[in-house]
């Protein structure tokens, strides 16, 4: 399994980004998906996950209102987002997508729910 993010790039405080994730070499779409980042010399940490429908949405505290993730579920290609809006200096961080390897499961929020991972893209906010 391949997961390709893009989007990332640098921007002014209080704009927006939109990072893509595209999975390719199996279907994953029946799991759970959602995006971690991870800021220079601190641990990776969890921004958003969803479950295969949308029915089910996790956001991290710091980012809840400003992020919102979504899903298109074609057969064979998978496809996450993360609409980012009035980001802050904070958001600065190495952006990585990820998916779970067992299907149906709820969305959740520890790296070691998640068993494929994107090689990341960086995000840069300027005050």
């Known amino acids: 399994v391949q997961l390709i993010e893009s989007g990332g790039g640098l921007v002014q405080a209080g704009g927006s980004l939109r990072l893509s994730c595209a999975a390719a070499?199996?279907?994953?779409?029946?799991?759970?998906m959602g995006w971690f980042r991870q800021a220079p010399g601190k641990e990776r940490e969890f921004v958003a996950s969803?479950?295969?429908?949308?029915?089910?949405?996790?956001?991290a505290d710091s980012v809840k209102g400003r992020f919102t993730i979504s899903r298109n579920n074609p057969t064979n290609a998978v496809t996450i987002d993360l609409q980012m809006n009035s980001l802050k200096p904070e958001d600065t961080a190495v952006y990585y997508c990820?998916?779970?390897?067992?299907?149906?499961?709820?969305?959740?929020?520890?790296?070691?729910?998640?068993?494929?991972w994107g090689q990341g893209t960086q995000v840069t906010v300027s005050s």
């Open positions: 070499g199996r279907t994953l779409s029946t799991n759970v």
């Open positions: 969803m479950n295969w429908i949308g029915s089910s949405i996790e956001y």
């Open positions: 990820a998916a779970q390897g067992v299907p149906f499961k709820a969305p959740g929020n520890t790296e070691s729910e998640y068993d494929y």
